[in-house]
């Protein structure tokens, strides 16, 4: 796969650069100002053509995706950087029961800690007043637990959801939870 991608991007950077003229030598200085310098255009059929088909892109897609599931429990810790003393926060934060979800999470909306209860879910009578009166408490927030084998159950004082498959918080996501941190 990783041959095709660098066939890929070869075929890309040839059919690049016969449409786009190069410079051996050094601009001269202020050649911007010189009225006389004719610009560059373009037209569309001077554009780089690609020969692949939609199934060849779908299959290395596929392809990449194989990859990162395999790879999936070693990508969400960042490695420690300088300074961190071996402090990691996940790249990607996840949810759910696999190694790869984020066990430390923050609300960045209400500034309190998620709390995360594995093989539980959320009753749906649960409201905004039930986890703003009792989240981080875990005996009050369990009167409104139910069993369920396959899910995960998170919440802040401000939002809560039940994840039963694993589920990326993004920025688009209605929850704002951060990784808090790994050490």
């Known amino acids: ?12 950077d040839e059919a690049l650069g016969a449409a786009i003229p190069t410079r051996t030598s050094p601009p001269p200085a202020a050649s911007w100002a010189k009225p006389d310098r004719p ?12 020969h692949m088909t939609d199934d060849d892109l779908d299959q290395m ?10 790879a999936a429990p070693d990508a969400p810790l960042s490695t420690p950087g300088k ?10 934060v996840m949810l759910g ?3 790869a979800a984020c066990s430390n999470l923050r609300c960045t909306m209400c500034d309190h800690v998620v709390v995360r209860i594995v093989k539980r879910e959320w009753d749906p ?7 703003r009166n009792n989240v981080p408490d875990l005996t009050k927030l369990g009167r409104k637990l ?9 919440a802040c004082q401000c939002s809560w959801t039940t994840a039963t498959n694993t589920v990326a918080i993004t920025s688009s996501s209605p929850h704002k939870w951060v990784c808090a941190g790994h050490s």
């Open 97 to 99: 029961q696999t190694p």
């Open 125 to 131: 009578s649960c409201d905004y007043f039930f986890f």
């Open 83 to 92: 300074g961190n003393s071996g402090f990691r926060k996940c790249t990607v």
């Open 39 to 50: 610009a560059v255009t373009r037209s569309p059929n001077q554009l780089p053509v690609c």
């Open 146 to 154: 139910r069993d369920a084998p396959r899910s995960t159950a998170y």
């Open 61 to 70: 897609l596929l392809d990449i995706d194989a990859d990162l599931d395999t």
């Open 1 to 12: 796969m990783e041959d095709d991608i660098h066939a890929m991007l070869a075929s890309i």
